[in-house]
Nanobody
Framework: QVRLVESGGGLVQSGGSLGLSCAAS????????MGWYRQAPGKQRELVAS???????KAVDSVKGRFTISRDNAKNTVYLQMNSLKPEDTAVYYC?????????????WGQGTQVTVSS
């Protein structure tokens, strides 16, 4: 079992920056692919960025060059640094941990943190 707790959301003006953190409890954190998802009102949840156990990252086109995902396995924490924020980045941001093994898929979600970007 993995418990994920996000922090760092809030209200920021357009063009500003915010940093999100997701602290994971439990074991085998380094084995998980960690992801940040977001869900805006009336929209489907979408993947924002992810980082594999080996450190490979990917991000949705709308945030490339502005958002950076990173992880610190020693601290069981994944981060999302968000720069040049836009009003369309407003959403609830969720942390996800996923690990697919030959016998089972492990998939955990945090409770979410609100990010609001004012114009």
């Amino acid at each position: 079992q993995v418990r994920l707790v996000e922090s760092g959301g809030g209200l920021v003006q357009s063009g500003g920056s915010l940093g999100l953190s997701c602290a994971a409890s439990g074991t085998s954190f380094s084995s998980y692919t960690m992801g940040w998802y977001r869900q805006a009102p009336g929209k489907q949840r979408e993947l924002v960025a992810s980082i594999t156990s080996g450190g490979s990252t990917k991000a949705v086109d709308s945030v490339k060059g502005r958002f950076t995902i990173s992880r610190d396995n020693a601290k069981n924490t994944v981060y999302l640094q968000m720069n040049s924020l836009k009003p369309e980045d407003t959403a609830v941001y969720y942390c996800n941990a996923r690990w697919t093994t030959p016998w089972k898929e492990f998939d955990y979600w945090g409770q979410g943190t609100q990010v609001t970007v004012s114009s």
